[in-house]
């Protein structure tokens, strides 16, 4: 298993913009996929991006798709989401999640979680 540990939540205006980083350690990243998932207060956790180490092959949530762009720096073994107009429904905890098979994470079956870090867009 590899080691996530999330930064860069936080509050933010409606229409503003977040980047959230995940410094993954632990194993030769190569074969993994990253994802970020978030939950927000009453519902269940929803994935939001993915990313494959290798090739760079990147997923979305249709909700997200064209605002939040997911990206890895191989040098720093880390990933981000950048999060562009954001909006009142993007309040949540976002969780890194890691895993070597691309389609079982983005189906929520994930190895590693990081531990979260919340994200609040206020009006």
């Known amino acids: 298993q590899v080691q996530l540990v999330e930064s860069g939540g936080g509050l933010v205006q409606a229409g503003g913009s977040l980047r959230l980083s995940c410094a993954v350690s632990g194993r030769t990243l190569s074969s993994y996929t990253m994802g970020w998932f978030r939950q927000a207060p009453g519902k269940e956790r929803e994935f939001v991006a993915a990313?494959?180490?290798?090739?760079?092959?990147?997923y979305y949530a249709d909700s997200v798709k064209g605002r939040f762009t997911i990206s890895r720096d191989n040098a720093q073994n880390t990933v981000y989401l950048q999060m562009n107009s954001l909006k009142l429904e993007d309040t949540a905890v976002y969780y890194c999640a890691a895993d070597t098979a691309s389609n079982r994470l983005r189906n929520g079956v994930v190895a590693s979680w990081g531990q979260g870090t919340q994200v609040t867009v206020s009006s």
């Open positions: 990313i494959t180490w290798r090739a760079g092959t990147t």
